[in-house]
């Protein structure tokens, strides 16, 4: 399931308007290095792989959306730092990708 989140996700950033091209490139780069953490951790923590996914679509629909809400954004970036917290012994790399994504959604929330 958090495959088909990532897909959908990585669908409507390409979709997004008002977003710039170097800005476009690099979350689809940072999405899809996401896309390989997650899989991987899918096998061992499906259930936290779903939360990851779920709140970085829901992160993303909040920062590119025409009519921002920075409350639902802050809301939805906290929610993805939470859950990759207690992961960086194990998941380093997956923990500097969510880090990159939470900068980057939060800069163009503003």
Do not use: Q, W, Y
Not at 1 to 20: I, V, W
Not at 54 to 62: N, P, S
Not at 94 to 105: A, K, P, Q, R
């Amino acid at each position: 399931m958090s495959m088909a989140r990532m897909e959908k996700l990585e669908a409507k950033l390409k979709d997004a308007r008002g977003l710039d091209e170097g800005t476009r490139t690099e979350l689809l780069a940072l999405l899809e290095s996401l896309r390989g953490d997650i899989g991987a951790l899918d096998a061992e923590h499906g259930d936290r792989a779903e939360s990851i996914a779920g709140f970085a679509g829901a992160a993303t629909h909040e920062a590119i959306r025409t009519e921002r809400n920075p409350a639902l954004l802050k809301l939805a970036l906290d929610g993805l730092s939470v859950s990759v917290k207690d992961m960086e012994a194990g998941h380093p790399k997956l923990v500097n990708t969510v880090n990159g994504i939470c900068t980057m959604l939060s800069d163009l929330g503003i």
